[in-house]
């Protein structure tokens, strides 16, 4: 089956600071990649699709500059979330297009646990 | 806009019970239906899903049906294990608006005990 990690798993930061998650597709290679955030209790919500080699899709109400998404190869996109508030503080899971075989479905991460103090 | 519709959890059973988490949902057209289940500590996995109207997915024994005239896709287990604690999520992927996204409900966590 298809793998999709993430790192860290958890992290906790200062107010004002700037933290990076990684999404990596470990045996394939995803032109797509998606993130999402997910609040307790609370479905998943879309965030932006991210897009190899061009530029990520948000999704209404995101902010395209507090949240820097860059696809820069077919198996990693990372998510920056920049001058983080405590607001911010979530659940974030990313998840990758596996397009082998024709089958189109996503796989996706176990989640990034941030906590912004 | 798509949206999914999910009981709130958590459900608890007892080890052999029958399962339903029902799941109802909005969209324009002919969505794909799925249902996700994800284990503590976990990403999301893929359990099920059925394209069209009248399918039924099924996989470790769990089954769901596409009511189109209910707008269901309900997912069921006749014997539950201790090993099915989760959190289940029922999703669709519009035909229109970008066909690859993914619409989730709230998720339902199921705890099963002995």
């Known amino acids: 089956g298809a793998v999709v990690s993430q790192h860290p798993s958890r992290v906790i930061c200062k107010s004002g600071t700037s933290v990076k998650i990684e999404c990596r597709s470990l045996?394939?290679?995803?032109?797509?990649m998606f993130w999402y955030r997910q609040f307790p209790k609370q479905s998943l919500m879309l965030m932006a699709t991210?897009?190899?080699?061009?530029?990520?899709?948000?999704e209404q109400g995101v902010e395209k500059d507090k949240f820097l998404i860059n696809h820069a190869s077919l198996t990693l996109s990372t998510l920056t979330v920049t001058s983080a508030h405590p607001e911010d503080s979530s659940f974030y899971i990313c998840?990758?297009?596996?397009?082998?075989?024709?089958?189109?479905?996503?796989?996706f991460g176990p989640g990034t646990r941030l906590t912004v103090l | 806009g798509n949206s999914v519709t999910q009981m709130e959890g958590p459900v608890t059973l007892s080890e052999e019970a029958f399962l339903t988490i029902n799941c109802t949902y909005t969209?324009?057209?002919?969505?794909?239906l799925f249902w996700y289940v994800q284990y503590p500590g976990e990403g999301l996995q893929l359990l099920l899903k059925?394209?069209?109207?009248?399918d039924k997915g099924s996989n470790k024994g769990f089954e769901a049906t596409y009511r189109k005239e209910t707008t269901s896709f309900h997912l069921e287990k006749g014997s539950v294990q201790v090993s099915d604690s989760a959190v289940y999520f029922c999703a669709l992927k519009g035909v229109t608006g970008g066909g690859n996204k993914l619409t989730f409900g709230t998720g339902t966590q199921l705890k099963v005990e002995l």
């Open positions: 998840s990758a297009r596996d397009l082998r075989g024709g089958i189109n479905e996503q796989f």
């Open positions: 969209a324009t057209g002919y969505p794909s």
């Open positions: 045996d394939f290679q995803a032109t797509t």
């Open positions: 991210s897009n190899e080699g061009s530029k990520a899709t948000y």
């Open positions: 059925a394209t069209k109207a009248d």
